[in-house]
């Protein structure tokens, strides 16, 4: 069984603050997602990443893949209010079917 | 196209009772995904279709829950003689291979409640 554990749980911060999301297994992944999820609605794609060591860019938004693809972060660079939501990792197997970590609850005071 | 989408958005049901959801995935995308997801917790997958046919089941999916996607556009959920254990939000997503990845895009979800 595929396991993705993320951390921290839960995150609460000032706006303008920078943060680390980690997601870790270990199991090998094709591809890693990473989706924002608001209350009451279904995930939102933000990245994909599929190369080891590969790092994307999105915003303030930095995603990187492990060298061995079982890892991945998510930096974010000054936080905002509208930051906030649950910030989910999944992973692809050969299957195609995403095994999706805990999550990590982002909250972005003022 | 908007997107994928999911009807209804909410259901209240009677332990006992028969359910059945829809989801119409984005019109070009020939995979189709099931997942369920309980408060405080990620998606689990439950099935998924390539086209009209069901290829994977997990082992969530019990007897009481069917699946079906007839043509190889809108899918439909089913769970017979739901029970409270069954009070979840239900997810579609769906997918169009694009080299190593299969990008899945969610719908809204339907949420379940079993009194």
């Known amino acids: 069984t595929q396991l993705l554990e993320q951390s921290p749980q839960f995150l609460s911060i000032q706006e303008g603050e920078n943060l680390t999301v980690y997601c870790n297994s270990s199991?090998?992944?094709?591809?890693l997602q990473w989706y924002r999820q608001e209350p009451g609605e279904g995930p939102v794609l933000l990245v994909t990443v599929v190369t080891g060591g590969e790092v994307k860019k999105l915003k303030r938004l930095t995603f990187q893949f492990g060298d061995a693809r079982k890892d991945s972060s998510l930096h974010i660079t000054a936080a905002q209010p509208g930051d906030t939501g649950l910030y989910l990792c999944?992973?692809?197997?050969?299957?195609?079917?995403?095994?999706f970590g805990t999550g990590t609850r982002l909250q972005v005071t003022l | 196209d908007t997107g994928v989408s999911q009807d209804p958005r909410h259901k209240i049901t009677k332990r006992g009772q028969n359910v059945t959801f829809r989801c119409d995935p984005i019109s070009e995308h020939n995979r189709l995904y099931w997942y369920r997801q309980t408060l405080g917790q990620g998606p689990e997958f439950l099935t998924y279709?390539?086209?009209?046919?069901?290829?994977?089941k997990s082992r969530l999916l019990s007897d009481r829950f069917s699946a079906e996607r007839p043509k190889g556009s809108f899918s439909t959920l089913e769970i017979q003689r739901t029970e409270q254990g069954d009070s979840a939000m239900y997810l579609c997503?769906?997918?169009?291979?694009?080299?190593?990845?299969?990008?899945?895009?969610f719908g809204p979800g339907t949420r379940l409640t079993v009194t």
């Open positions: 997503a769906s997918s169009l291979y694009r080299g190593p990845s299969y990008e899945q895009y």
């Open positions: 999944a992973g692809a197997g050969t299957a195609s079917k995403l095994t």
């Open positions: 199991s090998v992944f094709s591809s």
């Open positions: 279709f390539q086209n009209e046919a069901q290829l994977e």
